[in-house]
């Protein structure tokens, strides 16, 4: 085995002060010729992070086709084309990687962390992963299995996903923006191949697609890029327009936990509204947590689900607030848990903090809910992996990727007026209410919604 010095250097480029994670630079962003766009900022750094953003997910499904985005997630490194599924994953750990797929209503991520040298052959593999699978009825079956196994799993625990999920439902009735992200039996039940590959060939296509890499040349990336990606073709596909509806949803069969799990949801921003920071900064100042903080001391402790809420109601287990945001719409939701026997209590709980949004908003949590905002921005930039697939959404969401001293800025600017704006803007919507488990002491929609209004 080859002997190499310590002191010899691992790429031929001069070494950086160490100051900052963060890239100064500014993204550099090209069109292939077939219209995939390539973004890429170059950190100087010996480890990459290089994936793909699909502009395809369960919003793009239809009751023909429902569940597919969750089969090509799970069989984002199978067969291929030019390559069996054992090959795919072997050229993987040759490279010491692994590839995270994330299929969510509006987006599918590819991503991973590889040397810097490695850039051009982890293109390869993406490239062939989301340009020529091969989707065998027999993988479909194996995966509709293993989803089978997860429905139950997912009825039991209740988790943040599962609430988003009946959330979503509530509020987007009857619309493909109601279909769950997480496995359900009637869906997976009702998956077959030939739906599977007809949807992947609809969306998969060059104009939806964007290729995003952080710690390489930008020429290289596109050079890699139009030789892996460069036959891909189509034409890009526009969802159905989004319609907020509002509703009452209280699925049989979930919340084996014993609990009462109950969301309030309002129609919110979209990513190019102008008051998206304002939302941002309204979502923090609410906050929240569970009653036992495992973030250690003051993690979240001053939020207004934290005072107001967890700090005063011993019967609340847990009280968060949180928002999905999406091309042309959003949703805002208060999610709190309880025993059964105080679930009215905690609608009634939830249902003030909801119309306190619209009101008095103090000097100091302001200055704070912005300041956590700031943070949670700077933060994710200071990952690798979290810039690389931020500048792919950037780049779907905005065609252009905002600096951080831009994103500061508009936070800087969010006023209390602007807070209580959006918060009224919130509360004009009407209600979704999103009851699991134990829901007998929960009222109906319309007698919380009057609540609200009143």
Not at 39 to 49: C, G, L, N, P, R
Not at 85 to 106: C, I, P, W, Y
Not at 223 to 230: L, R, T, V
Not at 302 to 329: G, M
């Amino acid at each position: 085995m080859p002997k190499v010095p310590l002191d010899e250097p691992m790429i031929a480029e001069p070494a950086k002060a160490a100051t900052s994670v963060v890239p100064t630079d500014a993204p550099a962003i090209t069109t292939l010729p077939n219209g995939i766009r390539v973004v890429t900022v170059d950190d100087k750094q010996a480890i990459s992070a290089v994936g793909v953003v699909v502009e395809s997910g369960s919003r793009f499904e239809d009751e023909m086709t429902a569940g597919s985005s969750l089969v090509l997630e799970k069989l984002a490194l199978g067969p291929t084309a030019n390559h069996t599924a054992l090959a795919m994953n072997r050229a993987l750990d040759g490279m010491g990687t692994q590839l995270q797929v994330q299929a969510s209503r509006e987006l599918t991520t590819y991503s991973a962390e590889v040397i810097r040298t490695d850039v051009p052959a982890m293109l390869e593999i993406l490239g062939e992963a989301i340009s020529s699978p091969k989707i065998n009825s027999w993988d479909v079956n194996a995966v509709k299995k293993s989803l089978l196994e997860q429905v139950g799993e997912f009825a039991d625990m209740v988790d943040e996903n599962v609430v988003s999920d009946f959330a979503h439902a509530a509020a987007f009735t009857n619309t493909p923006l109601s279909l769950p992200t997480t496995p359900t039996k009637m869906i997976v039940e009702g998956i077959n191949s030939e739906a599977v590959k007809g949807f992947f060939e609809k969306h998969y296509t060059a104009p939806s697609i964007v290729i995003s890499c952080v710690g390489a040349e930008h020429d290289a990336v596109v050079e890699a890029a139009d030789k892996y990606f460069g036959k891909i073709g189509g034409e890009k596909v526009t969802p159905s327009p989004a319609k907020y509806q509002g509703g009452d949803v209280r699925p049989y069969g979930y919340g084996g936990d014993g609990m009462a799990h109950v969301a309030l949801s309002f129609e919110s921003v979209n990513w190019t509204d102008k008051a998206l920071a304002a939302v941002s900064v309204l979502q923090m100042m609410m906050g929240g947590g569970g009653s036992f903080s495992a973030g250690g001391p003051g993690k979240g402790m001053y939020t207004r689900l934290y005072e107001k809420v967890l700090n005063r109601y011993p019967f609340v287990q847990s009280a968060t607030c949180s928002q999905s945001i999406y091309s042309d719409t959003g949703l805002f939701t208060l999610y709190g848990i309880s025993d059964p026997q105080y679930a009215n209590n905690l609608v009634a709980v939830l249902v003030e903090q909801a119309t306190a949004m619209a009101g008095p908003v103090d000097a100091q949590e302001l200055a704070r809910a912005k300041n956590l905002v700031k943070s949670y921005v700077l933060m994710h930039l200071e990952s690798r992996i979290y810039l690389q697939d931020d500048l792919g959404r950037s780049v779907i969401s905005f065609n252009e990727v905002k600096s951080a001293d831009t994103l500061c800025k508009e936070i800087d600017a969010v006023t209390a007026k602007d807070v209580q704006d959006v918060a009224a803007r919130l509360l004009s919507s009407p209600l979704s209410l999103a009851a699991i488990g134990d829901v007998s002491g929960i009222p109906q929609r319309d007698v919380v919604a009057r609540q609200i209004t009143a």
